[in-house]
């Protein structure tokens, strides 16, 4: 069963307007910590912003803030005051333990931002 | 400092040749990974060591052969590759705190393989 979905696979802003990537999972620990990476067509991934299970207020970072609703299982990344340099494939992510002790994390298919001047 | 670097940045190899991708960290941290990434797909977790031992290996062909020679170090030995395999190979490091919190994976820019 897929444990992170993203269900947009492509979206397009306008520079300076606000958008908003959806991402929704799907776990029975009650630990656990989310994630957005930023892929540039060079390859990169590029750490955003991190979400804990337990934290109360949700996460923010320059333009990036995470919507976070817990009943729901989603954690939507919102980006404020697009630039065309946001361009570039998101991936959202969940940490999750292993029986090996070892953190492992899912990444979910992705989405791809295209802003426009 | 959050730098995780790779070497090297691009690799084409044959079918018969051998060959490593070499990944650094210095941030102290005690888990790395490797990933394979195909064009458009999210990554794929192949391997995971922690504090220095291999601790998941998800299934990889043994054409792939990691090595974790010290905690900052990780390498990874490819012998017999085939055409499928070109792809781009991430590393990436965390904390592996215990609980968790905020630990947090940080990746290398990758090397891009293509094997003929």
């Known amino acids: 069963a897929q444990k992170i979905t993203q269900t947009q696979p492509g979206m397009f802003v306008q520079e300076k307007e606000a958008v908003t990537l959806d991402c929704t999972y799907d776990?029975?620990?009650?630990?656990?910590?989310l994630f957005w990476y930023k892929q540039p067509s060079s390859g990169e991934m590029i750490f955003l912003i991190y979400?804990?299970?337990?934290?109360?207020q949700n996460a923010t970072e320059g333009r990036y803030s995470l919507n976070f609703q817990k009943a729901r299982k989603s954690a939507n990344l919102v980006i404020s005051a697009s630039q065309l340099g946001d361009s570039a494939m998101y991936f959202c992510?969940?940490?999750?333990?292993?029986?090996?002790?070892?953190?492992?994390?899912?990444f979910g298919t992705g989405t791809r931002l295209k802003v426009l001047a | 400092d959050t730098e995780v670097t790779q070497t090297p940045k691009h690799l084409v190899m044959g079918m018969t040749n051998k060959k490593s991708l070499k990944c650094e960290q210095h941030?102290?941290?005690?888990?790395m990974y490797w990933y394979k990434q195909k064009a458009k797909k999210p990554p794929e977790l192949m391997f995971v060591?922690?504090?220095?031992?291999?601790?998941i290996n998800e299934s990889v062909p043994s054409r792939f052969s990691p090595e974790c020679p010290n905690s900052s170090l990780l390498n990874l030995h490819l012998h017999a590759l085939q055409p499928e395999d070109s792809a781009l190979y991430l590393c990436?490091?965390?904390?592996?705190?215990?609980?968790?919190?905020?630990?947090?994976?940080?990746f290398g820019p990758g090397t891009r393989l293509t094997v003929l």
């Open positions: 990436a490091s965390s904390q592996e705190s215990i609980a968790g919190g905020t630990d947090t994976q940080y």
């Open positions: 776990t029975s620990d009650p630990s656990y910590g």
């Open positions: 979400q804990g299970s337990y934290d109360q």
């Open positions: 992510a969940m940490r999750e333990g292993t029986t090996s002790g070892t953190y492992k994390y899912i």
């Open positions: 941030m102290g941290h005690r888990a």
């Open positions: 060591y922690s504090y220095e031992k291999l601790s």
